[in-house]
């Protein structure tokens, strides 16, 4: 009984010392969200561009990356990226040398990610979802060029938000048709054959190869409405 009386005091010292620490990384993550609040709030309209790291600047998608920003830039919006090199950077770059300015939500990694020079605004983070957050909150649309994991959850994140209605439907778009080809395939033959997602949720999703087409196809999404959110879509961003 002496040895397990001890033991229990061990475990409750050992947990209320874990619990005190968990409790103080509260206000590191409020400081995230408040210090991304603070800073992107006013920075409208945006696009948020998502793509691989692993890609290389002698690729065609990194120059597409580049060339979209580019082009979103010099029509008006923000362009935000993850920060780091491949499409990221690609995504920073054209919009640094276009008229808007070029954001980068950094992510610190174990393997440190290297921050890309191109950011007219640079915030860090150290968790996921706070950073998750700051993509979707402000963003006007969505574009999503090949990538791999990191690349797939954002798009399965922001798909799941408006399919769900917790965040206001905007232009989600992936660049590359080729590339996606494979995935839509399987949402339509698999997903909505066993009734997992319904045929209308692909419309969610549109496809375009070339940069001003994506740029027209979000222009033409707000063509007979504003780029602010209307009363609804605010107290939807609010809670989201």
């Known amino acids: ?3 397990r ?3 229990n005091r061990y475990d409750q010292v050992t947990e209320s010392g874990q619990l005190d620490r968990e409790a103080w990384k509260v206000f ?3 400081s995230e969200f408040v210090e ?3 800073r992107l709030a006013p920075i409208k309209p945006s696009v948020s561009i998502f793509g691989s790291a692993r890609t290389g600047r002698d690729d065609p998608n990194y120059h597409k990356a580049e060339e979209v920003a580019r082009l979103l830039s010099d029509s008006g919006f923000a362009v935000v990226s993850g920060g780091g090199p491949g499409i990221m950077e690609a995504a920073n770059k054209g919009g640094y040398f276009g008229r808007s300015p070029s954001i980068g939500l950094n992510i610190q990694l174990p393997n440190e990610q290297r921050a890309n020079e191109y950011q007219d605004i640079s915030l860090k983070f150290k968790h996921f979802f706070s950073r998750k957050v700051m993509f979707v909150k402000y963003a006007s649309a969505y574009v999503v060029l090949p990538g791999g994991f990191g690349t797939l959850d954002e798009l399965a994140e922001m798909l799941t938000l408006v399919q769900t209605g917790k965040t206001r439907a905007i232009p989600i778009i992936l660049m590359n ?9 399987w ?3 698999t997903l909505c054959r066993v009734g997992t997602i319904n045929e209308r949720d692909l419309n969610l ?3 375009c190869d070339e940069p001003q087409e994506v740029v027209d196809a979000i222009f033409a999404h707000y063509e007979s409405r504003g780029f602010e959110p209307s009363s609804e879509e605010r107290q939807k961003l609010l809670e989201l």
């Not at 590339?179 to 395939?185: E, I, M």
């Open 1 to 3: 009984m002496k040895n």
């Open 36 to 38: 991304g609040f603070e």
């Open 177 to 185: 048709s080729g590339f996606w080809r494979g995935l839509l395939d």
């Open 187 to 189: 949402f339509r033959n």
């Open 205 to 207: 999703i549109q496809l």
């Open 5 to 7: 009386f001890q033991w």
């Open 28 to 30: 590191q993550i409020m």
